[in-house]
């Protein structure tokens, strides 16, 4: 069986017009690897046969050219997987350093928050809060649990609101108001969740920590 002889302008034009269309110059680099200096690899790809004069290296030259370009064309939606060239991710992170201090900053604002009595409003969110100190709500709720040592949101607001109750239902000026009252005050929006916070921040109930308290003065 006779050779098929192909000029090198035809190589030449073939290798430019797989690079072309991988648009990708690994590929490029693939291409001119495997088919120059290889007639009979191109006289098989042409063809799709072999030739007894078709040595053992072009055969594995032709099997890995089209191993190379099937992996090209599976990957031409995402060339960011291909190995290559990559651009560098543009966004700094922040080194641990960094994170330290933003969040020893967001506790700082969390507590002068509380100071300024934002425990005190009627349905108070994480979002609410997020939004008064300036920061995204998994911040806060990191801040919060990390920085604070509270177990979520509620915990933390509870505890607020739990210890000025305290106050007022140690104070004998506060023996006239009711438990409800001081409740609704403190921020909370029904007594059964206050009765509630109460004793487990307490052990008692808010009753009963009132006469106790009152007793021993």
């Known amino acids: 069986m006779a050779l098929a002889r192909v000029s090198c302008a035809d190589q030449c034009g073939l290798v430019v017009s797989a690079a072309l269309a991988s648009d990708h110059p690994v590929f490029a680099r693939l291409c001119s690897r495997s088919l120059f200096g290889f007639p009979d690899a191109y006289f098989v790809f042409c063809t799709g046969r ?35 060239e990559t651009v560098p991710d543009a966004t700094d992170k922040p080194t641990p350093q960094e994170r330290s201090t933003e969040q020893t900053a967001l506790v700082r604002r969390i507590l002068e928050a509380m100071d300024e009595g934002v425990w005190q409003v009627e349905g108070l969110t994480v979002g609410s809060l997020a939004q008064k100190v300036g920061a995204p709500e998994h911040q806060v709720r990191k801040a919060i649990n990390r920085g604070l040592g509270h177990r979520n949101f509620a915990s933390f607001i509870n505890r607020a609101r739990i210890d000025a109750a305290i106050k007022r239902l140690q104070a004998p000026e506060a023996s006239e108001e009711t438990i409800l009252q001081i409740a609704f005050d403190v921020g909370f929006n029904s007594l059964g969740p206050f009765n509630r916070a109460f004793r487990e921040t307490t052990g008692q109930s808010p009753t009963d920590f009132r006469k106790q308290a009152l007793t021993q003065m």
């Open 50 to 84: 072999f030739t007894r004069r078709t040595p053992s290296f072009a055969k594995s030259t032709v099997f890995w050219f089209f191993l190379t370009t099937f992996a090209i064309w599976a990957l031409k939606a995402n060339l960011s997987n291909w190995p290559g």
